[in-house]
């Protein structure tokens, strides 16, 4: 038996959260965010989060199929930031409660200086 959807869109929230894996917000952080923001003449700054929420973003996303698509190869595309705490922050951003992850790095014969 199909799933009957909810709404025109074409993925629901869960299934455009699967794919949105480059979706930056305060819910969620994507594997991009690892290196900074770094400007020209400036002081390092981090990226802030684009979106309040996870179903914030979804709102403001625009699927393949829907009007307003860009085309080509991407599934979405985002519009309409709200960036809750700003564009940029002087540290990088976690999730409340999350332990900070320890970069250990160590020195390698070929490969020079390699994260572990």
């Known amino acids: 038996m199909p799933r009957v959807r909810l709404s025109d869109r074409p993925y629901t929230f869960e299934e455009a959260c699967k ?4 979706r930056f917000t305060l819910e969620y952080i994507p594997a991009w965010y690892a290196t900074s923001a770094r400007r020209r003449g400036e002081v390092e700054k981090y990226f802030a ?5 996870d179903r914030e973003w979804y709102d403001n996303t625009v699927f393949r199929g829907e009007p307003g698509h860009y085309g080509g ?6 519009i ?4 809750p705490l700003g ?3 002087d540290k990088p951003y976690q999730l409340p409660g999350a332990k900070r992850e320890r970069i250990r790095l160590i020195d390698t014969p070929k490969k020079g200086r390699v994260r572990l």
Do not use: A, E, V, W
């Open 19 to 22: 794919i949105g894996i480059g």
């Open 49 to 53: 989060p684009q979106f309040k929420s």
């Open 73 to 78: 190869d991407r599934n979405y595309h985002s």
């Open 80 to 83: 309409n930031f709200t960036f």
């Open 87 to 89: 564009t940029y922050l």
